[in-house]
């Protein structure tokens, strides 16, 4: 299972960090990634993090603003939003990778309910 | 950067056969994943690896990848297969890339 938590309302330009806590798998074991939904639109792969946490890779859209990081102690996924915008407003879903530890070919085969995003002055 | 592109809708009598489209530039060189997306619902992976089920699917959903198009099959269609259905695939530079999405109509 996948939880996230951190969602909210933000001001253009500020910030914004996002945890997911993960059970019933090895966590550490997986990638995972973060996916956005913004109102009414379609999916959209934000960020993805290895297993070890030792990589990491960005869509275009985020890359220099958004952080992925995970802690394999506390089982979570994290992501640090920064130098947020209104078209950042989504819904934020966590995602396992379904087979491999390193980022690669691979689908997303647990969701968690996810965590909406406003970003709004 | 890599896209992949489905039709907005698919409507289909209860007991018919649906067929959703995906379609890429050499996409059948690549793995096709599908997710299933109900209203107000996280994604649910319905195929992987073209054509393979996860635990728990249905085998009535069904999958296909061949040049540039992959297929998802919804045989017997049901209400409860009303649902917007996006493909996905890996690209080597933009990583994990969505389809446009598709909604089905029972």
């Known amino acids: 299972h996948l939880l996230e938590s951190g969602g909210g309302l933000a001001q253009p330009g500020g910030s914004l960090k996002l945890a997911c806590e993960a059970s019933g798998f090895t966590f550490y074991a997986y990638a995972m990634s973060w996916v956005r939904q913004a109102p009414g639109k379609g999916l959209e792969w934000v960020s993805v993090i290895s297993g070890s946490g030792e990589s990491t890779y960005y869509a275009e859209s985020v890359r220099g603003r958004f952080t992925i990081s995970r802690d394999n102690s506390k089982n979570t996924l994290y992501v640090q939003m920064n130098s947020l915008r209104v078209d950042d407003t989504a819904v934020y879903y966590c995602?396992?990778?379904?087979?491999?530890?390193?980022?690669?070919?691979?689908?997303?085969?647990?969701w968690g309910p996810g965590a909406m995003v406003t970003v709004s002055s | 950067s890599y896209e992949l592109t489905q039709p907005p809708s698919v409507s289909v009598s209860p007991g018919q056969t649906a067929s959703i489209t995906c379609s890429g530039d050499?996409?059948?060189?690549?793995?096709v994943y599908w997710y299933q997306q109900k209203t107000g619902q996280s994604p649910v992976l319905v195929i992987y690896?073209?054509?393979r089920w996860p635990s728990g699917i249905p085998r009535r959903f069904s999958g296909s990848n061949s040049g540039n198009t992959a297929t998802l099959t919804i045989s017997g269609t049901q209400a409860t297969d009303e649902a917007t259905y996006y493909c996905q695939a890996w690209d080597s530079t933009a990583a994990f890339v969505f389809g446009t999405g598709t909604t089905v109509t029972v």
């Open positions: 050499k996409l059948g060189d690549r793995y």
């Open positions: 690896e073209d054509a």
């Open positions: 995602a396992k990778g379904r087979a491999v530890t390193e980022v690669g070919e691979d689908a997303f085969d647990v």
